[in-house]
């Protein structure tokens, strides 16, 4: 049977030389470090996020939480969150594996977002602040994608063409929008399916526009597919690792998510999601 082309996100897993022609040596390549911005301490940080169980891990002070609703769409609400002020955004939450070296847990901090036939870098101070805070994540790119990836094949591919090796549906839009109103931004993600696992179509069916997750139609959906039982139950066992990777990512990142120019960032957080 043909392999069918992957389209997501304006990528295509056969379109190789405009894809691979922004990969570069320099996409694992350590921050340089700027001057400290002065004078932001004051101002919140916006956290996007994919999921509701991801709000409330990111959930703080001095963090605006926005989770992406598919249906009133993220720029909107970017927009408004904007509007109240902020000092910069970050994407935090779950992602998926496209490196087959990475395992469900792994943490993963973005050198930059891949979104389409572009590499946006991730802003360096804030970055390297994060490197700091989160000493055993992984340095490495990240690739934007509007709907999540299913296939181990399809990972595959996009982590030959890209060199990313994680994915989710946030961060694209993210860097996209700090570049449009000049804000800082990075991202940081761990891993839940790792490279070489399929999504199974009963976790899709469960996944509500409002980043919610509706149990009876994931069940529902088994009873039609109980082959997918297993593939479920491992899933199920690599999000129980994430989640508590993710809880931890959160507590080390403290009040400000690792803004390096408030000194209260250094001080972490305890909290129970």
């Given at each position: 049977m043909a392999r069918q082309e992957l389209h997501c996100s304006g990528w295509s897993v056969d379109a190789g030389p405009?894809?691979?022609?922004?990969?570069?040596?320099?996409?694992?390549?350590?921050?340089?470090?700027?001057?400290?911005?002065?004078?932001?301490?004051?101002?919140?940080?916006?956290?996007?996020?994919?999921?509701?169980?991801?709000?409330?891990?990111?959930f703080g002070p001095n963090a605006i939480v926005v989770c992406h609703d598919k249906v009133r769409g993220l720029p909107d609400l970017l927009h408004a969150a904007v509007a109240a002020g902020c000092a910069g955004i970050i994407s935090f939450g779950l992602a998926g594996g496209l490196a087959p070296e990475y395992h469900a847990g792994d943490w993963v901090i973005a050198s930059g977002i891949i979104d389409r036939d572009q590499f946006i870098p991730t802003s360096a101070l804030w970055t390297s602040?994060?490197?700091?805070?989160?000493?055993?994540?992984?340095?490495?790119?990240?690739?934007?994608?509007d709907e999540p990836l299913v296939h181990a094949a399809h990972k595959s591919d996009l982590h030959t063409l890209s060199l990313a090796v994680a994915t989710d549906n946030e961060s694209h839009i993210v860097a996209r929008f700090a570049r449009l109103y000049g804000l800082e931004f990075a991202a940081l993600r761990v891993i839940i399916d790792p490279a070489h696992r399929c999504v199974p179509s009963s976790v899709l069916a469960g996944l509500c526009s409002d980043g919610s997750t509706d149990i009876g139609a994931i069940l529902r959906h088994l009873l039609r597919r109980p082959r997918q039982s297993l593939d479920l139950l491992r899933l199920t066992t690599d999000y129980i690792v994430a989640r508590s990777r993710l809880i931890e990512a959160r507590r080390l990142l403290g009040t400000h998510f690792g803004r390096a120019d408030h000194p209260q960032s250094s001080q972490p957080i305890a909290r129970d999601a």
């Open positions: 405009s894809v691979r022609s922004v990969t570069s040596s320099n996409l694992r390549a350590r921050p340089h470090l700027p001057a400290p911005i002065a004078g932001e301490g004051t101002r919140p940080v916006i956290v996007i996020v994919g999921l509701t169980l991801e709000a409330r891990i990111a602040r994060l490197l700091e805070l989160v000493p055993y994540a992984s340095y490495a790119p990240i690739l934007g994608v």
